[in-house]
Structures are given as C-alpha cells and as structure tokens.
C-alpha cells in the first residue's frame, strides 16, 4: 500500500516483460529491500531509493500508484554511475553534474513532473532533454511509447549505451525508449502527435513546435521563464466542439521558482545559444 493510499495495481507484462516481481512492496523498507535484492540489486541504494520515495510521499510530489511503482522500479543510482562523484548522491534531493554542462536533476522534481503528466498504458509520451536518461527509465514503467531527445550527441550516444547495458541486466522496460540527437524545440515531427510531452530544460517560451506535436486533450510540461528562474507549468491543451484549439497553463509550484539548464539550440551540426527569445 501506498502510505495513505490505494495498492500498487498489476503491472502488465506487455510493458514489463521479465521474470521479476514487477510489483515492489509498500509495506515496509525491509521488505522492499529483500524484492530488490531478488532483482540483483544494491541493498544500500534499495534503501536509499525507499528513504527518498517515503519523502517524496510526505512532500505529496507522487500522489498516485502507478507513478509510485515506476520511482521504485527505477534504478536511479545506474544513470548517476556515469560521473563517479555523484554515484553515491544518485538520490539527494540535488541537481548532479552529469558532464556536457548538464545535470541530473534531483528525484522529488522527476517525481512531480512525472506524476503531473498522468502517463497511461499505450501513450505516446515525448521527453525534450534525454540528460541521464532516468527521466526517460520512469516514464518507460508507464508505457510501451517513449521518445526522448538530446542535442548533445556524444551525451545522447552515452545515455543510450546506459539503457543498453540495463536493458541486458534484465530491465527490459528500456526496450521502450526511442532516442534521438537533434535539436528538441522542433519536437520528433514524424512521430507525432504525442499524447504527452516533458521538457527538462528551460526557456522563456513554450515552443511552438512542440504544442503542436501535443495532441487535443495532451499535457506538457516545461519548466518556462529567463534563464535560472523557470516556474515548472502544466500546459493543458483542448479541442472545442467547433474544432478551436486552446491551452491553459498551471504552475505546478505554486510560483516557486527552479532554475533548469538551458534549451539550447542547434546551428550547423553546433550547440550555439539558446531558444529564449
């Protein structure tokens, strides 16, 4: 049981498809630390992954099971192994520098943004900014449908060989991830429309591109505002009866403020700048 919650429901074998108990226990650290361990994992991260979840609860930044289960079917402490100073840290409530000028950012932030989007069975789901690649490993526990884009390659080139080396050690959910090294503000147009989108990095607009890659009745979510002062919104877009088009955002903070790396651009085969106006 989620604390104050409903149980984790089944989890379905066409997104899973291994012989792991795809259905990580609630009830108690020691319990969820002998699953994990069944699995081949670390007990150490296992009980660090359980101490952030119980936080993560408490700050109500997951408020649903099936966002719970992919926190916690979620290797974390694999995609922060790429920098040996941060490994340990794979679960501080931080920013970590994963190299490339870019950070992995910390688990309560994923949590919500992940939750927000309310990801369902078969979506489509866009992720704008691949980084580590966790972001990308939660969502692929919600769908069989999930793209992601770097524009750093040699970044985009490590982060797939991260979900390669998983995807052998028996994390076959990461079969699911399509990647791609291309600029993210034109989105993935031969893969759209998208029934999702989450943008990692922030900008002071929401690209046009890539609202209109979101379907009618589609939710994005992007951290917007100038550069290290991005309020993170939940941007909702609607279809009326006569076929008009419009959107509503929410800021999923409150107004509180989180600084994000930049959306930078693509120029010539060259990151240059950004995409703020």
Not at 184 to 213: N, R
């Amino acid at each position: 049981m989620i604390a104050g919650g409903a149980a984790l429901p089944a989890l379905s074998a066409t997104i899973n498809p291994y012989s792991w108990d795809l259905n990580p226990p609630t009830d108690t650290r020691d319990n969820f630390i002998a699953w994990g361990r069944a699995r081949g994992e670390d007990p150490v991260f296992l009980g660090q992954r359980w101490d952030r979840f119980q936080a993560i609860l408490a700050n109500k930044d997951i408020w649903d099971a099936k966002t719970a289960r992919a926190f916690l079917m979620t290797p974390r402490e694999e995609f922060a192994a790429v920098n040996p100073n941060i490994h340990q840290r794979a679960y501080e409530h931080a920013f970590l520098d994963i190299g490339y000028g870019v950070t992995m950012s910390g688990p309560h932030l994923q949590a919500r943004m992940t939750n927000v989007i309310d990801v369902k069975r078969g979506e489509k789901v866009l992720e704008v900014g691949t980084g580590s690649g966790v972001q990308s490993a939660y969502i692929a526990n919600l769908t069989d449908n999930a793209y992601t884009i770097e524009i750093i390659q040699p970044l985009a080139q490590r982060t797939r060989g991260v979900y390669d080396q998983l995807i052998a050690k028996g994390y076959t959910e990461l079969k699911h991830i399509k990647t791609r090294s291309a600029d993210g503000y034109y989105g993935w147009e031969e893969a759209a429309p998208f029934d999702k989108i989450i943008v990692t990095c922030g900008i002071d607009h929401v690209p046009p591109p890539l609202l209109q890659q979101l379907k009618a009745g589609g939710v994005m979510v992007i951290p917007v505002g100038p550069p290290g002062a991005q309020r993170v919104l939940k941007v909702s877009k609607t279809q009326g009866a006569d076929g008009s088009i419009t959107t509503s955002r929410e800021d999923i903070y409150g107004g509180k403020i989180v600084p994000f790396v930049p959306f930078t651009k693509l120029e010539d085969g060259k990151v240059v700048g950004t995409h703020n106006n």
